[in-house]
């Protein structure tokens, strides 16, 4: 699989802006598909990164099956685009039930996320609201995954707890769909090493797997074992008795990922365009109209083995300069300098007044999240708006 | 000056959502704006922390001349809504000149920002380019501040320099309007105590009013000498020399406010409200559908006197719980735990399920922009929406 290279930036674009490598996108998602393919299990992506129809859609022509959401806003954005298979993978609140229930009764197929009885009661209880209202009690169900906790990193139960047929056995004696478990190891941003890696990918196979025997053991229905992060999808050697993976910033890749080591630089599909817009050659800086507003406050490679400030800096057709990084940051300046200190007044002259650069972000979720659209060089030449979404 | 008690949150919101308490934005506004008129200066507010028409509205009717933006498109959003005089306070790209040049033509009297000859030369080819075209000479005019470095903290020149005079010859032979001088000092949000808060506010004074002294002497106009933070704006003793000062975030405050030793959490306007979404007793956490989405990546107060992690928790009504931050976040996922890191198994009882709590943010810029809009708790008790612009 070869990537072609990257396309100049129209002159006519506003700095700073997102810009958004169709060749490299495509590529990130055959490559992610494919592996998907290869594994046997069917690919869920979450859509929380780009939070954009079209991405979404080339996704689903690629083989892609339902999306995974990390808001309601984005369930119902995305349903209404005509994805109507989604989980929305963030353990469900109480009070936003009836608007998950308004969705399903609009057609669309919402999966919600427990990891507690008493999340459980709270969705049997909006069940039983539900049946009392509805004409038919098909209407009124809610389709539930148990949220495990496979690496001690966030939210979920133990694969070998008590509570996890407890819940299993509230949710599915108290008129809710059981539909499996679901587990994210996030703590596989931390790895370093293809056997760290392949090791966490394991890990988490291994608990969801372990979680939905027991349920499965007690009498309890668990069509679905859902795992997945972008280091572990590209990392698992094996995915037996696991029926879907989730990924999402694998669609861009970023700064954090090349860290890990599950990415290389020309893999990265979004970066800011930015104007030099002054310099400071006692300091060794050249300013650019791009701070975190547009870069975010994100620091993600701060605690990795390169940190690379706010950003690696590229020239403005996408090629990596080596060591140069946005070394810090206000709201619409960004400082651009050589990462290791050194004070360099060439770069004066080598980035004058005007030059246009492009920075690869540290956290691609962040940094697409300051913008409301991407400006996408298209695989043809051309320059194409493709909208995002934001907020609740 | 007293403020009334917070509002409760409506029922009816969806969480996350950005709460904008309209009394204590009120006593923001009431607070600098008496501060300037006893001081005998004018102030320019900085919009980009609300980035809403309804606050800058009210800032006028308290007494404000003129606004200060960070982005072009805030210049024509705001120009859009009836604000025709407008600072664009960051130093200027060639390439926005003609947009800069538009926005004239219709009416606004936006005036740029430059730090270098070469910016100085930029801004006199448009006037040149301007004027082939334009009907009427005036027409073509483009009004300039020179950037005045009074802290060594980002871009400017300094109020000695000789490149000083340079730019301001450059300007005003070439045709440019030089209308004077500005500064900021970001260098007084490292400041922590009354004196040097107090030697900041003089020292960005003193070094601005230096500036127009020597262009003055050199024979070059400059009637404007702006100055501005909010740390300085409210800890300045005098203002001698000064015509405008612009600050921004004290139309909100936030945490790193708070520690910078301006504002008291009482006065803090802007938090997000949040739904308890789980626990984790093992680890003392509990798990809200804030995340770094809502408060953004901004860590603020990391280096301040009082870490409060991504935010202080504040119960639904507004009132703060002394000691308990958000002490990590991911996307949508906020964790709640006690600062100094005791387990302490009573929050999850203290906190159920569903539990709505605010939480105060580090930096009100970051965080606002995380938002399309503000759910505005009225002082008569009922609920606004307030829109407010982002991107570029």
């Not at 129209?10 to 290869?38: F, G, K, V």
């Not at 990193?153 to 499996?180: E, F, N, S």
């Not at 650019?288 to 690379?308: E, F, I, L, N």
């Not at 030449?381 to 979404?389: C, D, F, H, K």
Request: hydrophobic share 45%; charged share 20%; net charge negative.
């Amino acid at each position: 699989m070869t990537i072609a290279l990257s396309q100049a930036a129209p002159a006519s674009l506003i700095t700073p802006a997102a810009l958004l490598d169709e060749p490299r996108l495509m590529h990130n998602l055959r490559r992610m598909q494919q592996r998907m393919d290869t594994l046997g299990v069917a690919l869920r992506p979450h859509v929380k990164t780009a939070k954009c129809i079209e991405v979404a859609q080339r996704q689903r022509a690629l083989g892609a099956r339902g999306i995974t959401v990390s808001t309601l806003k984005e369930a119902e954005t995305f349903f209404d685009a005509g994805f109507d298979d989604i989980l929305y993978a963030v353990g469900i609140a109480p009070g936003k039930l009836d608007a998950v229930r308004a969705l399903r009764q609009r057609g669309c197929r919402l999966t919600v996320l427990v990891d507690s009885v008493a999340a459980a009661e709270a969705v049997v209880q909006a069940v039983v609201r539900a049946e009392r209202q509805a004409e038919r009690q098909a209407d009124a169900a809610l389709e539930v995954l148990i949220e495990i906790d496979t690496d001690d990193h966030r939210a979920g139960v133990k694969p070998d707890a008590g509570v996890l047929l407890d819940i299993g056995r509230t949710l599915h004696r108290g008129g809710a769909v059981l539909r499996g478990v679901m587990t994210h190891a996030g703590a596989s941003y931390e790895c370093y090493t293809s056997e760290a890696l392949a090791a966490m990918a394991e890990q988490e196979r291994a608990g969801c797997v372990q979680a939905a025997g027991r349920l499965r053991a007690a009498g309890l229905p668990c069509p679905v074992v859902s795992v997945g992060s972008t280091p572990t999808a590209l990392s698992a050697r094996r995915l037996d008795g696991v029926t879907e993976v989730r990924a999402g910033v694998y669609v861009f890749h970023d700064l954090v990922m090349v860290n890990v080591g599950v990415a290389g630089l020309e893999e990265l599909a979004l970066s800011v365009l930015a104007s030099v817009i002054g310099h400071r050659p006692d300091k060794g800086w050249v300013l650019v109209d791009a701070g975190w507003m547009a870069m975010s406050r994100d620091r993600g490679t701060q605690t990795q083995p390169v940190d690379y400030g706010y950003g690696a800096v590229c020239d403005e057709a996408g090629q990596p300069i080596d060591g140069l990084v946005m070394s810090s940051a206000n709201q619409e300046h960004g400082v651009l300098s050589w990462r290791d200190g050194r004070i360099d007044p060439a770069l004066m002259e080598r980035f004058a007044l005007g030059t246009r650069l492009r920075i690869l972000p540290n956290h691609a979720c962040a940094t697409a999240a300051q913008f409301g659209h991407y400006a996408v060089l298209t695989a043809d030449g051309t320059l194409a708006q493709w909208e995002r979404m934001n907020g609740w």
